[in-house]
């Protein structure tokens, strides 16, 4: 799990803005377990864990379909949990069954339905384009078939990235020009419904953009716990050791402070993924009119961003 906190001079408060149980399965973790986690943060600052308006504390937790209860729901909006992330991935029960996430996607409808009439009302859901044997079309199915059940706040698209994968995985893959193209289609569904893409894979309504995503790209401060979390604190970035004995004795994989040059480098990167970079910021102005000429950029009030191409 993770927690980040804006620092005075991003515009902040400096107070606790974001925590977030997740990657792995931190739905496994019982109420009570998720209440102790809590407990601390409560103790250890004074601020209300409670509160859901856009001013309070976004509290996330990513849940695995399998885990969702309406009781279990209930308890995480008591406790403070003012935010689900739904690991759907796809409702293709062939893709399902393909990559081992179950052998139909009854799991995944079922978890839609409850959180549908739950107490949580800031829902998202996470698609991946480009899963073995789904089909064309299948994003654009898979978004009218969520949201014919549940209203999401957020919604990720995630294409899938050039991995080893089993063999059988790779004969069933489509093209890279299919995945490209459900992402396109998903996007346009997505922004024909009132969202907004405020980072290549991420969609939002307007004000429930993920205070927790940002945070990463606009190089706030973040602190992580449990076997391999990383932490950004004062420019420094390290991350805990992936063995529980070196864990347990505090130890940590140290990766320094990122120089001037660095960060200017990643921040173009962020920035090229989400609000745009500035035209001024770029030391190679023929590179960027070569990439501009063969349409992979656009330059729109100064602001350079990627293309759909």
Same mark, same amino acid.
């Given at each position: 799990?993770?927690?980040?906190?804006?620092?005075?001079?991003?515009?902040?408060?400096?107070?606790?803005?974001?925590?977030?149980?997740?990657?792995?399965?931190?739905?496994?973790?019982?109420?009570?377990?998720?209440?102790?986690?809590?407990?601390?943060?409560?103790?250890?600052?004074?601020?209300?864990?409670?509160?859901?308006?856009?001013?309070?504390?976004?509290?996330?937790?990513?849940?695995?379909?399998?885990?969702?209860?309406?009781?279990? #729901?209930?308890?995480?909006?008591?406790?403070? @949990?003012?935010?689900?992330?739904?690991?759907?991935?796809?409702?293709?029960?062939?893709?399902?069954?393909?990559?081992?996430?179950?052998?139909?996607?009854?799991?995944? @409808?079922?978890?839609?339905?409850?959180?549908?009439?739950?107490?949580?009302?800031?829902? +998202?859901?996470?698609?991946?384009?480009?899963?073995?044997?789904?089909?064309?079309?299948?994003? @654009?199915?898979?978004?009218?078939?969520? !949201?014919?059940? #549940?209203?999401?706040?957020?919604?990720?698209?995630?294409?899938?990235?050039?991995?080893?994968?089993?063999?059988?995985?790779?004969?069933?893959?489509?093209?890279?020009?299919?995945?490209?193209?459900?992402?396109?289609?998903?996007?346009?569904?997505?922004?024909?419904?009132?969202?907004?893409?405020?980072?290549?894979?991420?969609?939002?309504?307007?004000?429930?953009?993920?205070?927790?995503?940002?945070?990463?790209?606009?190089?706030?401060?973040?602190?992580?716990?449990?076997? +391999?979390?990383?932490?950004? #604190?004062?420019?420094?970035? !390290?991350?805990?050791?992936?063995?529980?004995?070196?864990?347990?004795?505090?130890? @940590?994989?140290?990766?320094?402070?990122?120089?001037?040059?660095?960060?200017?480098?990643?921040?173009?990167? !962020?920035?090229?993924?989400?609000?745009?970079?500035?035209?001024?910021?770029?030391?190679?102005?023929?590179?960027?009119?070569?990439?501009?000429?063969?349409?992979?950029?656009?330059?729109?009030?100064?602001?350079?961003?990627?293309?759909?191409?």
């Amino acid at each position: 799990m993770e927690f980040f906190r804006n620092p005075p001079d991003k515009g902040g408060t400096g107070g606790l803005q974001s925590i977030y149980f997740g990657g792995g399965t931190p739905s496994i973790l019982s109420g009570e377990q998720i209440g102790e986690i809590l407990d601390i943060f409560r103790q250890a600052r004074p601020v209300s864990l409670k509160e859901t308006g856009l001013n309070g504390v976004e509290i996330t937790l990513e849940a695995n379909p399998e885990d969702i209860t309406s009781a279990y #729901v209930e308890t995480l909006s008591t406790l403070g @949990v003012n935010r689900l992330s739904l690991g759907v991935q796809t409702l293709n029960m062939e893709a399902l069954w393909a990559v081992g996430r179950a052998e139909s996607n009854d799991s995944i @409808v079922r978890a839609l339905d409850i959180l549908k009439d739950g107490p949580i009302a800031n829902i +998202s859901v996470d698609l991946i384009a480009g899963l073995p044997h789904t089909r064309p079309g299948q994003v @654009v199915e898979d978004l009218e078939e969520i !949201f014919a059940r #549940v209203s999401p706040k957020h919604v990720s698209i995630y294409m899938l990235e050039d991995e080893v994968y089993p063999e059988s995985w790779k004969k069933a893959l489509p093209t890279e020009e299919m995945i490209r193209d459900e992402y396109l289609s998903g996007a346009k569904w997505l922004e024909d419904h009132g969202f907004h893409r405020y980072e290549l894979s991420n969609f939002a309504r307007p004000g429930y953009e993920s205070r927790h995503n940002r945070a990463y790209w606009d190089h706030s401060e973040y602190r992580g716990f449990g076997l +391999s979390a990383a932490s950004y #604190v004062g420019g420094r970035r !390290f991350a805990n050791s992936s063995s529980f004995a070196l864990y347990f004795r505090g130890e @940590v994989v140290d990766d320094g402070c990122l120089d001037e040059e660095a960060l200017r480098i990643e921040r173009m990167m !962020f920035g090229l993924r989400t609000q745009g970079v500035h035209v001024s910021d770029i030391q190679r102005q023929d590179i960027l009119q070569k990439f501009v000429s063969e349409g992979l950029l656009s330059i729109h009030e100064k602001k350079i961003l990627p293309t759909s191409t």
